[in-house]
């Protein structure tokens, strides 16, 4: 059945957001009223989203006690990777970091070399640097992710099942763009990897603050605009050395 909430909670989203797009037709999503209305119809949404899996616990009995994770609602905050020490944090954000910018080592020289300032002050910033890290990582990693985990489908199906919703989440955006097949087709793939990172990272360190950095991260350096040569540029190699270099230990 978790699968099946999952779903209906991923067409939940997309219909918030879709309905912020009917309500102001002709706002485009980069204006600030359609940003800010969007916000709220999201915060919506995932001021509810931890429920499936609260309820998922509470059935689980007594399982979170005896492997001595404390009370149930200890036990919710700890699945949501919202249990909050600063040593964890800290190490889990230095470990997203690391890994993280590696994986844009290539992206990161081409943004320095262009010498173009990255973002600027705008509600674009705002939704692309904070709301969407925060919102997208909380409502896909904390409660989709961590719904199928709890529901037993083991970290690698919920890793895939929950990517897979993420992605399907962001045709709306990128149709609503304007994209074309190939760059739907690309950009969604894009988006599923980075799901199965995002989770990794949160099973990996048991803090939403690492998969929220890196979301963080990505948005800031953009989507590479020439595949094939960042595919074949030395840094983006060496910068996979790096990445398995450090996860693999």
Request: net charge positive; proline share 4%; hydrophobic share 50%.
């Amino acid at each position: 059945w978790a699968g099946l909430v999952a779903g209906a909670m991923c067409a939940g989203y997309a219909g918030a957001v879709h309905a912020c797009r009917k309500m102001q037709p002709t706002r485009g999503r980069d204006h600030k009223e359609q940003i800010l209305l969007r916000s709220l119809a999201v915060l919506g949404v995932c001021a509810i989203a931890w429920i499936p899996t609260a309820w998922r616990i509470a059935n689980k009995g007594s399982t979170h006690e005896e492997e001595g994770e404390g009370t149930f609602r200890r036990a919710v905050v700890h699945s949501l990777g919202l249990a909050w020490d600063r040593g964890g944090a800290i190490r889990a954000m230095g470990f997203s970091a690391v890994t993280t910018g590696s994986l844009l080592m290539e992206s990161v020289a081409q943004m320095v070399a262009s010498r173009a300032p990255p973002w600027e002050v705008s509600w674009e910033s705002f939704r692309s640097l904070v709301w969407a890290p925060l919102a997208e990582e909380f409502f896909f990693r904390s409660c989709l992710c961590s719904l199928l985990f709890e529901s037993d489908y083991g970290p690698v199906w919920a890793t895939l099942v929950s990517s897979g919703l993420f992605a399907a989440c962001h045709l709306n955006h990128l149709l609503e763009k304007g994209a074309d097949a190939k760059q739907v087709g690309v950009q969604v793939g894009f988006t599923f990897c980075f799901g199965v990172y995002a989770a990794y990272l949160l099973f990996r360190t048991k803090h939403l603050s690492a998969p929220i950095l890196a979301h963080v991260l990505c948005n800031a350096v953009g989507f590479p605009q020439d595949i094939s040569r960042f595919a074949k540029a030395p840094l983006t190699v060496l910068g996979l050395i790096v990445f398995l270099a450090v996860t693999l230990r």
